[in-house]
């Protein structure tokens, strides 16, 4: 779980007579991520697509537009089915130029469409003004103007300019002015005016009549293009299932012809690397030897692992095999790239390590089980771990949920998030989705067994009386009576993040330890040091001034405690004296243990350490009181709503809803009367506003749950605990291989 499935570089020498078929049994295994040839090797170059390749990517560039055009999509695939390179050369052509037609005649209805719709916006003012069109344009020595205006701002800049004759013709806000002089002028003069000049319709026709020839053209236009569109949804419906057969069939087509040029070739050999999990290699190995014989060389170069002692190691070189099977180059010899004897040999020098024909990054396949699988891809939104690095995922799905839940602890907050957790998760193909309905799913039912634990239905406690008789295990603390719970959690949280940080650092030594156990323990050993060592000293009892005392009170034996566990503070267990002033500085082991700590942070960060020290070793712990304080926050909210509506009084330090009490409270104890506890007419006003609030109050609360306590649990994930260890960058383990979904081989 914490590290990635082991994997192994391999590479397939062959001569190329046999490279098609190579390629074919490699694809159909879909286990080997091959590594792409960087041209490193002398008398070596990448090889050259098959023949066809260039063809393959047109007809599939073909086939993508044709989707897009008619939106074609996978709901659309129907039963799998072959497909032929016949039918690729005579369907695709005739449903390319069919949809080509359609698709063109629609642009062009759609065009004109649109402009038929402008003229008729464009004829609405000349309507309003009511002058045939044919008397607004085509005189010798008169000019009009037409437009949208003031008439009092147009009176007046005529009025001050050079044009002596003209008239006025205005309805509403449109106006036309005719003058004896040329149109230039006439628009200057016009020009400090509040006027917007409007083309004039070409037609002799009065506008009512011409807006109404544009109106049955648009109708026209759009029975046509109705038309039009319900033949591309008729062919749709026809061709969808072959044009996503045909993609899938060209996709895997267009891939196997351009592998070659992941390969480094000679004139008559070639050969390719990539990583395999490494319990495969042999799978693959044999189904090379069936497919082709003894016309290729598969050998296993190198098997990514751990070393003995624990920590990650880049690579381990596999021993060669006198057998002639699986063979491979230690560190210093030569990797010779034969097959047959049809093939050119070439030998490279490996100098201080495996040479390699690219990429030497082993990719990552995270090794977790399936319940922890959805929350690799909350990781992956960081980034991917690395191969030598350890995998948080298992750390994820253990404290995510839990923080979560904790902060909600609602049974029925927690049923509603895991039916929507089982709805993402059911509902949809992506994967990222799915995962996010996996974690939603969990972290609901953490949600729902705190919400037990603390008596909880929707903010109303009468869980707890049906289930614990009254007497809850624990509570939120949000109630008077309750404060100490309170407390409580800002230790809890407090404690939870001193163990989360330290899982982070330890995860962080592992790291490490590649830098000699001397570098794990000055790098990483040192802030688990000092961060256990600060917190045990804050809970000791002394220096007692600046601490407050509900930290040794609230898990202790007295009337104030919340959890009774008896601890009322770690004891000093003095080492020595130092005496400063007028008294003794009092070293005990926890001081010992931050002070030692700190020292070998400076020592290992230099002066910048001092200043982390105060950030990481005390604020990022303090940072996780956000989880009691997120608690307390949605506590409040779903008291609030039952509060409004069901009413409550407070009594003996805890609040009790008057609509569940069997009696009738004290006036002197009600808080609020309640919406569903109104008299007189008010009654069934106060009902239906009581249950609107109620759905839409807790609703709220619902959906403040993802985004405040969501949120917060996975920054203190990303921040907090990422921040310690994590780096990321891994590469993905991608297969040469296709994943069918339309097509079938047979």
Same mark, same amino acid.
């Given at each position: 779980m914490l590290r990635p499935e082991r994997m192994s570089r391999v590479s397939v020498t062959g001569?190329?007579?046999?490279?098609?078929?190579?390629?074919?049994?490699?694809h159909d295994l879909g286990l080997l991520h091959v590594t792409e040839y960087d041209g490193s090797?002398?008398?070596?170059?990448?090889?050259?697509?098959?023949?066809?390749?260039?063809?393959?990517?047109?007809?599939?560039?073909?086939?993508?537009?044709?989707?897009?055009?008619?939106?074609?999509?996978?709901?659309?695939?129907?039963?799998?089915?072959?497909?032929?390179?016949?039918?690729?050369?005579?369907?695709?052509?005739?449903?390319?130029?069919?949809?080509?037609?359609?698709?063109?005649?629609?642009?062009?209805?759609?065009?004109?469409?649109? @402009?038929?719709?402008?003229?008729?916006?464009?004829?609405?003012?000349?309507? @309003?003004?009511?002058?045939?069109?044919?008397?607004?344009?085509?005189?010798?020595?008169?000019?009009?103007?037409?437009?949208?205006?003031?008439?009092?701002?147009?009176?007046?800049?005529?009025? &001050?300019?050079?044009?002596?004759?003209?008239?006025?013709?205005?309805?509403?806000?449109?106006?036309?002015?005719?003058?004896?002089?040329?149109?230039?002028?006439?628009?200057?003069?016009?020009?400090?005016?509040?006027? @917007?000049?409007?083309?004039?319709?070409?037609?002799?026709?009065?506008? %009512?009549?011409? +807006?109404?020839?544009?109106?049955?053209?648009?109708?026209?236009?759009?029975?046509?293009?109705?038309?039009?569109?319900?033949?591309?949804?008729?062919?749709?419906?026809?061709?969808?299932?072959?044009?996503?057969?045909?993609?899938?069939?060209?996709?895997?087509?267009?891939?196997?012809?351009?592998?070659?040029?992941?390969?480094?070739?000679?004139?008559?050999?070639?050969?390719?690397?990539?990583?395999?999990?490494?319990?495969?290699?042999?799978?693959?190995?044999?189904?090379?030897?069936?497919?082709?014989?003894?016309?290729?060389?598969?050998?296993?170069?190198? +098997?990514?692992?751990?070393?003995?002692?624990?920590?990650?190691?880049?690579?381990?070189?596999?021993?060669?095999?006198?057998?002639?099977?699986?063979?491979?180059?230690?560190? #210093?010899?030569?990797?010779?790239?034969?097959?047959?004897? %049809?093939?050119?040999?070439?030998?490279?020098?490996?100098?201080?390590?495996?040479?390699?024909?690219g990429d030497s990054r082993p990719p990552v396949v995270q090794n977790n089980p399936g319940v922890?699988?959805?929350?690799?891809?909350?990781?992956?939104?960081? *980034?991917?771990?690395?191969?030598?690095?350890?995998?948080?995922?298992?750390?994820?799905?253990?404290?995510?949920?839990?923080?979560?839940?904790?902060?909600?602890?609602?049974?029925?907050?927690?049923?509603?998030?895991?039916?929507?957790?089982?709805?993402?998760?059911?509902?949809?193909?992506?994967?990222?989705?799915?995962?996010?309905?996996?974690?939603?799913?969990?972290?609901?039912?953490?949600?729902?067994?705190?919400?037990?634990?603390?008596?909880?239905?929707?903010?109303?406690?009468?869980?707890?009386?049906?289930?614990?008789?009254?007497?809850?295990?624990?509570?939120?603390?949000?109630?008077? &009576?309750?404060?100490?719970?309170?407390?409580?959690?800002?230790?809890?949280?407090?404690?939870?993040?001193?163990? &989360?940080?330290?899982?982070?650092?330890?995860?962080?030594?592992?790291?490490?330890?590649?830098?000699?156990?001397?570098?794990?323990?000055?790098?990483?050993?040192?802030?688990?040091?000092?961060?256990?060592?600060?917190?045990?000293?804050?809970?000791?009892?002394?220096?007692?001034?600046?601490?407050?005392?509900?930290?040794?009170?609230?898990?202790?034996?007295?009337?104030?405690?919340?959890?009774?566990?008896?601890?009322?503070?770690?004891?000093?267990?003095?080492?020595? +004296?130092?005496?400063?002033?007028?008294?003794?500085?009092?070293?005990?082991?926890?001081?010992?243990?931050?002070?030692?700590?700190?020292?070998?942070?400076?020592?290992?960060?230099?002066?910048?350490?001092?200043?982390?020290?105060?950030?990481?070793?005390?604020?990022?712990?303090?940072?996780? @009181? +956000?989880?009691?304080?997120?608690?307390?926050?949605?506590?409040?909210?779903?008291?609030?709503? *039952?509060?409004?509506?069901?009413?409550?009084?407070? &009594?003996?330090?805890?609040?009790?809803?008057?609509?569940?009490?069997?009696?009738?409270?004290?006036?002197?104890?009600?808080?609020?009367?309640?919406?569903?506890?109104?008299?007189?007419?008010?009654?069934?006003?106060?009902?239906?506003?009581?249950?609107?609030?109620?759905?839409?109050?807790?609703?709220?609360?619902?959906?403040?749950?993802?985004?405040?306590? #969501?949120?917060?649990?996975?920054?203190?994930?990303?921040?907090?605990?990422?921040?310690?260890?994590?780096?990321?960058?891994?590469?993905?383990?991608?297969?040469?291989?296709?994943?069918?979904?339309?097509?079938?081989?047979?």
């Amino acid at each position: 779980m914490l590290r990635p499935e082991r994997m192994s570089r391999v590479s397939v020498t062959g001569s190329k007579r046999v490279m098609d078929d190579v390629i074919e049994t490699v694809h159909d295994l879909g286990l080997l991520h091959v590594t792409e040839y960087d041209g490193s090797w002398d008398y070596f170059e990448p090889g050259d697509p098959s023949e066809g390749a260039e063809d393959g990517s047109e007809k599939l560039v073909t086939v993508r537009s044709l989707k897009s055009i008619l939106d074609v999509d996978e709901a659309d695939a129907g039963p799998t089915r072959l497909v032929t390179d016949e039918a690729l050369d005579e369907e695709l052509e005739e449903i390319r130029q069919t949809v080509n037609e359609l698709d063109d005649r629609r642009d062009e209805l759609t065009d004109e469409l649109r @402009t038929i719709e402008d003229e008729i916006q464009t004829i609405d003012p000349f309507v @309003t003004l009511g002058i045939d069109l044919d008397l607004l344009q085509g005189y010798e020595n008169l000019s009009v103007v037409v437009g949208e205006g003031d008439i009092e701002t147009v009176r007046d800049a005529l009025a &001050h300019s050079d044009v002596d004759l003209y008239q006025f013709f205005q309805e509403d806000d449109v106006i036309a002015v005719a003058a004896r002089t040329d149109e230039d002028t006439l628009q200057d003069a016009l020009v400090s005016a509040t006027f @917007t000049e409007l083309t004039v319709p070409d037609s002799e026709a009065d506008p %009512e009549s011409y +807006r109404e020839e544009l109106q049955h053209r648009k109708q026209q236009l759009e029975s046509k293009l109705t038309t039009v569109e319900d033949e591309l949804e008729d062919l749709r419906l026809d061709v969808a299932g072959f044009l996503l057969a045909a993609e899938e069939k060209l996709a895997i087509d267009v891939q196997k012809s351009e592998a070659p040029l992941t390969f480094a070739t000679t004139e008559h050999a070639f050969v390719a690397e990539g990583w395999i999990p490494s319990d495969r290699y042999a799978d693959l190995a044999e189904a090379l030897t069936d497919a082709v014989g003894e016309a290729i060389e598969v050998d296993e170069l190198e +098997r990514a692992d751990y070393s003995d002692e624990g920590h990650p190691e880049s690579t381990e070189t596999v021993e060669t095999d006198d057998s002639g099977g699986s063979g491979g180059a230690s560190t #210093g010899e030569t990797v010779e790239a034969s097959a047959s004897d %049809e093939t050119e040999s070439q030998e490279v020098a490996a100098d201080g390590g495996l040479v390699t024909m690219g990429d030497s990054r082993p990719p990552v396949v995270q090794n977790n089980p399936g319940v922890v699988k959805p929350f690799e891809a909350l990781v992956e939104i960081i *980034n991917r771990p690395q191969y030598d690095e350890l995998d948080p995922t298992v750390v994820f799905f253990l404290t995510f949920p839990a923080f979560f839940g904790f902060m909600i602890g609602d049974l029925g907050y927690g049923i509603l998030y895991m039916g929507l957790g089982y709805w993402l998760l059911k509902s949809f193909d992506n994967d990222v989705v799915k995962s996010l309905g996996g974690v939603g799913l969990l972290s609901g039912l953490f949600t729902a067994v705190f919400g037990v634990l603390y008596g909880e239905l929707f903010g109303l406690h009468q869980l707890g009386d049906i289930l614990w008789n009254g007497h809850p295990p624990i509570h939120k603390g949000l109630q008077p &009576h309750y404060l100490a719970y309170g407390q409580a959690w800002l230790l809890v949280s407090v404690i939870a993040g001193v163990l &989360h940080l330290v899982v982070g650092r330890i995860f962080d030594f592992y790291n490490n330890l590649d830098h000699g156990l001397g570098g794990a323990i000055m790098e990483s050993g040192s802030w688990i040091l000092f961060t256990v060592g600060l917190w045990l000293w804050v809970f000791t009892r002394t220096a007692m001034g600046p601490k407050p005392s509900f930290m040794f009170e609230v898990f202790g034996s007295g009337e104030g405690a919340a959890l009774p566990l008896g601890f009322t503070g770690f004891p000093v267990l003095e080492l020595f +004296r130092v005496p400063i002033g007028g008294f003794d500085l009092v070293i005990g082991v926890a001081l010992a243990m931050t002070i030692v700590g700190l020292i070998m942070v400076i020592a290992a960060e230099g002066g910048i350490g001092l200043i982390e020290s105060i950030t990481q070793g005390f604020g990022h712990v303090v940072s996780y @009181t +956000r989880i009691a304080a997120v608690l307390l926050a949605k506590a409040g909210m779903a008291l609030a709503v *039952n509060l409004l509506v069901f009413g409550a009084t407070l &009594h003996g330090g805890e609040f009790h809803l008057i609509w569940f009490m069997s009696e009738e409270p004290v006036a002197d104890d009600v808080v609020f009367q309640g919406l569903l506890n109104l008299d007189g007419p008010m009654a069934i006003v106060g009902l239906l506003f009581g249950l609107v609030l109620l759905v839409l109050g807790h609703l709220l609360v619902l959906v403040l749950g993802i985004t405040s306590a #969501g949120l917060q649990a996975v920054r203190l994930e990303y921040v907090e605990f990422f921040g310690k260890f994590f780096e990321g960058g891994g590469k993905a383990y991608e297969p040469f291989g296709y994943d069918r979904e339309f097509t079938t081989e047979e």
